[in-house]
């Protein structure tokens, strides 16, 4: 009996001495920060883990952004941003994180630009509460050597569709055309994508507009049903060969909104300018009984919502 009264004091004393001991009881929570890999082509995440209990969300951020920075010994990982590029503040304001760099960002080469905001926004769009990432330089949106300017961005925006963990991959900017929430304009829409060399691209923009949008104001052109045979490219015209479906099976918008969000989409690429579009490999079909197919098509964007 009195063993057993000594074990239970000691017992009741290391579980005191456990509660009062520092460090003790913390959560430590895991992130993912991003890095390049040995070629600068391709991302790749490191996790790393501390207690954020007590840490506001702008300072859980500006912690991430410091990780991002940090060189990893013994690991093919290599820091994205260049040094003479800072991220001076993060601010929190409904959902979106803003983010205020300081140093030459208009002087990073086309890849690094586009693997650093990817790996921001996925890494800030861990934190709770942070929806969508702007980049600001002296209080003004960024705006990039193509145009797109640097705002509201989601991580669904970004997809690595590369498949390759080797130097083949290519990281491009592009735009998909959906349709408003009352389908009655086209909603241009910015994705940035990694995909294989060796893929078409042409055919990527195609498989992301069936995919249709992640954004929930959005709506798709063309129903789930419809898949695409084959994407082809001859003397700058795109052939895009969809299945039967497209003809019967209709989404919930206006006219010949179907047929512009591809045409949009594609002839956004430098390498078409023009689409034509087949039925089970056929150039005589009409679509909604009013459309004919057998005519080559060139951007229209008289019907793209002002934004």
Known sequence: MKLKKTFLLLTALLLALVTVLPGCGQ???????????STESQLIPYTVKFDDSGMTPEEIMMRLLEEMSTPRK???????????????????TDKVAVVELEGDYAGMNTVTELLYRTAVVKELTQVYGVERVTFM???????TGSGDTLENMAASAYVDDSGDKGGNVEWRDINLYFANKD???????GMTVAYNKNMSLEKIVVSKLLAGPTDSRLQATIPD???????????????????????TDYANVSGDLPIYSIVDSLCDLESVKGVRILVNGSTSAVFRETIPLDSTFTADYSMVEEQ
């Open 225 to 247: 049903t419809v898949s695409a045979l084959s994407v082809s490219m001859r003397d700058g015209i795109c052939y895009v060969n969809l299945s039967e479906s497209f003809l």
């Open 183 to 189: 389908g009655t304009k086209l909603v241009r829409t």
């Open 27 to 37: 959560t430590q929570t895991e992130y993912s920060v991003y890095y390049a890999d």
């Open 137 to 143: 330089q002296d209080g003004e949106v960024i705006t």
């Open 74 to 92: 013994g690991s093919n990982a290599v820091v994205i941003k260049p040094t003479d590029v800072t991220e001076k503040s993060v601010t929190l």
